[in-house]
C-alpha cells in the first residue's frame, strides 16, 4: 500500500472566488502574456504569480457578466482628422472559429517604406479578441522602434468605444489593461475608428497571416506563426 503524506505536510489551494466559468482557459492566457513579457522585455514570472494573477482575471470575469455585453450609450463614431506629427497605424485579425487561432495584420505607416507585421496566434477566443491582441502585438512593435506620437486605427467599433472610455465589455478587460499600459509609454496615442474599405491592407495582411507556416520576411517586417 502506498505511503500518502501526513496531511500537516500538503498545501490547501486558496479559494477562487469564481461562482461559475472554467479557470483553464485564464491560466492559458496568463501563460502565453507572460511568455510575451519573457521574449519582449526579458521579465520572468514565477508559477504563483501567474495563477494568482488568472484567478484574479476569471473572478472579474465572472462578476462582470456576459462577454458580449456593452454597457453605456450608444455611441456614434466619426472619423477623426490626422494630427500633423502623428504616425498611422491600420490594425485588423482574422479568426478561425473551428482551430480558435487568428491571424493579424498591421501596417505602420513610416517613410520612406511602411512596416507590415504579420502574426498568427492562437487559444484565440472570439473575433472580438483577436482585433484586441492584434493592436496590442503593433504597440510592442511601435515601442521597438521608437515612435512616440501614434495614431491607431481600426474598424472595430467595439474596441474603439472600450479604448476611449465608451462602452465596457468584460471579455476584452485583459487585453485593454494591456493596451492601456502600453500607451503610457508614448508621449502621445490616440485609437480612431475608420470605415472597413479604409483598413483593406491590415485585413489582407491578418488573413494572410492564417495560412502562414514558416517564417519569412517582408520589407522590413518578420513574419513568424506564433
Same mark, same amino acid.
Given at each position: 500500500? *502506498?505511503?500518502? !503524506?501526513?496531511?500537516s505536510n500538503l498545501k490547501a489551494l486558496p479559494p477562487t472566488g469564481i461562482a461559475s466559468g472554467n479557470l483553464v482557459p485564464w491560466i492559458?492566457?496568463?501563460?502565453?502574456?507572460? +511568455?510575451? +513579457?519573457?521574449?519582449?522585455?526579458?521579465?520572468?514570472?514565477? !508559477? $504563483?504569480?501567474?495563477?494568482?494573477?488568472?484567478? +484574479?482575471?476569471?473572478r472579474e470575469w465572472s462578476i462582470s457578466g456576459k462577454p458580449e455585453k456593452i454597457e453605456g450609450k450608444k455611441h456614434r463614431l466619426i472619423e477623426? !482628422?490626422?494630427l500633423s506629427g502623428t504616425t498611422r497605424i491600420q490594425t485588423d485579425a482574422a479568426w478561425c472559429s473551428a482551430r480558435t487561432i487568428a491571424g493579424i495584420g498591421g501596417i505602420i505607416h513610416l517613410p520612406p517604406r511602411n512596416r507590415e507585421i504579420q502574426l498568427k496566434m492562437e487559444f484565440i477566443a472570439s473575433p472580438l479578441m483577436a482585433k484586441g491582441l492584434a493592436l496590442r502585438e503593433v504597440m510592442l512593435r511601435c515601442q521597438d522602434l521608437e515612435l512616440h506620437n501614434l495614431r491607431f486605427e481600426s474598424d472595430s467599433s467595439t474596441l474603439v468605444n472600450y479604448l476611449n472610455h465608451v462602452a465596457s465589455?468584460?471579455?476584452?478587460?485583459?487585453?485593454? *489593461?494591456?493596451?492601456? $499600459?502600453?500607451? +503610457?509609454?508614448?508621449?502621445?496615442v490616440a485609437f480612431v475608428w475608420i470605415p472597413r474599405e479604409r483598413n483593406v491592407e491590415?485585413?489582407?495582411?491578418?488573413?494572410?497571416?492564417?495560412?502562414?507556416?514558416e517564417p519569412l520576411v517582408v520589407g522590413n517586417a518578420v513574419i513568424a506563426p506564433n
Amino acid at each position: 500500500m *502506498a505511503d500518502w !503524506p501526513a496531511l500537516s505536510n500538503l498545501k490547501a489551494l486558496p479559494p477562487t472566488g469564481i461562482a461559475s466559468g472554467n479557470l483553464v482557459p485564464w491560466i492559458i492566457w496568463n501563460i502565453w502574456k507572460s +511568455r510575451n +513579457r519573457f521574449v519582449f522585455e526579458g521579465v520572468s514570472a514565477s !508559477p $504563483e504569480d501567474t495563477l494568482s494573477s488568472s484567478i +484574479r482575471l476569471a473572478r472579474e470575469w465572472s462578476i462582470s457578466g456576459k462577454p458580449e455585453k456593452i454597457e453605456g450609450k450608444k455611441h456614434r463614431l466619426i472619423e477623426v !482628422p490626422v494630427l500633423s506629427g502623428t504616425t498611422r497605424i491600420q490594425t485588423d485579425a482574422a479568426w478561425c472559429s473551428a482551430r480558435t487561432i487568428a491571424g493579424i495584420g498591421g501596417i505602420i505607416h513610416l517613410p520612406p517604406r511602411n512596416r507590415e507585421i504579420q502574426l498568427k496566434m492562437e487559444f484565440i477566443a472570439s473575433p472580438l479578441m483577436a482585433k484586441g491582441l492584434a493592436l496590442r502585438e503593433v504597440m510592442l512593435r511601435c515601442q521597438d522602434l521608437e515612435l512616440h506620437n501614434l495614431r491607431f486605427e481600426s474598424d472595430s467599433s467595439t474596441l474603439v468605444n472600450y479604448l476611449n472610455h465608451v462602452a465596457s465589455i468584460a471579455e476584452l478587460h485583459s487585453v485593454v *489593461a494591456d493596451i492601456t $499600459e502600453l500607451s +503610457r509609454r508614448f508621449a502621445y496615442v490616440a485609437f480612431v475608428w475608420i470605415p472597413r474599405e479604409r483598413n483593406v491592407e491590415a485585413d489582407m495582411l491578418a488573413k494572410r497571416a492564417l495560412n502562414v507556416a514558416e517564417p519569412l520576411v517582408v520589407g522590413n517586417a518578420v513574419i513568424a506563426p506564433n
